[in-house]
């Protein structure tokens, strides 16, 4: 048993080597992916926002401008 490692990697260990590498590479592709994606959905909700407050101002300024409508009294019957 010797404490050394052999001068020449053995093909699993290359293999494992390869493996991680890989693994490693698309882990900080698929974050990227998922910051992005983040960033689109944030942007989406922005604009989203905007056009639903720009219509509860028009909608808003369309209840204002309507008069409310006249409470009728109800006429009494003349006990006759």
Known sequence: MSAR???VPSPEAVARADRRRLAAEEGVRAIADVEKQ?????????????LREAR???????????????????KRKSPV
């Open 38 to 50: 983040g960033v689109e959905v944030r942007k989406n909700m922005a604009r989203l926002r905007e």
């Open 56 to 74: 509860e101002v028009a909608d808003a300024a369309l209840a204002a401008s309507r008069q409310a409508p006249a409470v009728k009294k109800r």
């Open 5 to 7: 490692k052999p001068a």
